[in-house]
């Protein structure tokens, strides 16, 4: 399953387009019907819709096929904003590829910068793309190309032009995401054993602390034990799922997914992110 999965994030300076640009990829590859679509769609927090800005990441799981087959992509949505440069550097360790998003109107920003220097510390694969060209000036757009080509060291030709708002150019931008963004690595020898980075949480009255994970090897299944390393807790594992965007349960999650752990844990502190979230074969 692993060579048909592709795990990246949008990265941009905030403002420059990250959760328009999410909206189309989810009506492209129709994970949300165009009826029942809203802006910023991802974004659930209500100071973020008030404000227009993303502050939590946020997982999705897509379904996307073309001549070459059919694929999984795990897409994260970055807030963008540098007070949230924590949030962005936890969805880098999920994740093989990003798309390094520039507003055309606007240029390269500081946090653009930033983005890209920790996506390309992290070993990411990273595909540029200038966004807005619905609206910016053509001289605008090639200035914008002039300055991600060199950051990237590819020819200008090869940075993407899309539009979030219109959805110009998001079938390309999901066709360089294939080709460009590699699969996960297959973990060696782990016989069901689970080994999975806890990358975001939230509280649920019902189920306590749900982790965010990506998992690096093995499979975790619904009621198996399940133990996280650096705190030490165990716990039964009440429910797992995936992004559909919503949280949706599912019977299993293998190697190279991206989904959600429903720990019963009613102490948030037992749930440290960056801990290892692992399960014995059971």
Known sequence: MEKNVRNFVIIAHVDHGKSTLADRLLETTGTVPKRLMKPQYLDQLELERERGITIKMAPVRMAYENESGKYVLNLIDTPGHSDFSYEVSRALAAVEGAVLLVDATQGVQ?????????????????????????????????????????????????????SGKTGAGVPDLLERVVSEVPPPHAASGSSGTARALVFDSLYDEHKGVIAFVRLFSGRVLPQATGELLATGAVFKIKEIGRFSPAMKPCDELGSGDIGYVATGIKDPGKIKIGDTLATSAE
Do not use: C, M, W, Y
């Not at 595909?127 to 950051?151: F, H, M, R, T, Y």
């Open 110 to 162: 500081a946090q653009t910068l930033a983005n890209f220097e920790n996506a390309k510390r992290a070993g990411l694969a990273v595909i540029g793309a200038v966004n807005k060209i619905d609206v910016a000036a053509p001289e605008q757009i090639a200035s914008s190309l002039a300055e991600i080509a060199p950051l990237l060291g590819v020819d200008p030709g090869k940075i993407l032009h899309v």
